[in-house]
Nanobody, 116 residues
Framework: QVQLVESGGGLVQPGGFLRLSCAASGFTFSNYVMNWYRQAPGKERELIAS????????NYVDAVKGRFTISRDNAKNTVTLQMNSLKPEDTAVYFCNGRRGGREYWGEGTLVTVSS
């Protein structure tokens, strides 16, 4: 059974940090590009960070570039998103996604709220 389970969300003040984790099981994790998406209230889900199979190549949407860092541990089947200098506009549900060709898997999401 394929599972992607996110953790680490919560309430944080502007300027603070959070570290999201995603634990994968049920598929060959190292064969999948891993992504973090987010969906803010009233908005569409957007891709914010990607990491390739080996972890060497990463990509970020401009809104998070320089503040967020995606990484993966293929030995532990985990992908993380370190989020620094958080802003109120980062408030969203954050989803872990694994993709290989036409196949993809989703987690159920973890809520991040940035507010004073």
């Amino acid at each position: 059974q394929v599972q992607l389970v996110e953790s680490g969300g919560g309430l944080v003040q502007p300027g603070g940090f959070l570290r999201l984790s995603c634990a994968a099981s049920g598929f060959t994790f190292s064969n999948y590009v891993m992504n973090w998406y987010r969906q803010a209230p009233g908005k569409e889900r957007e891709l914010i960070a990607s990491i390739n199979y080996t972890g060497v190549n990463t990509n970020y949407v401009d809104a998070v570039k320089g503040r967020f860092t995606i990484s993966r541990d293929n030995a532990k089947n985990t992908v993380t998103l370190q989020m620094n200098s958080l802003k109120p506009e980062d408030t969203a549900v954050y989803f872990c996604n694994g993709r290989r060709g036409g196949r993809e898997y989703w987690g159920e999401g973890t809520l991040v709220t940035v507010s004073s």
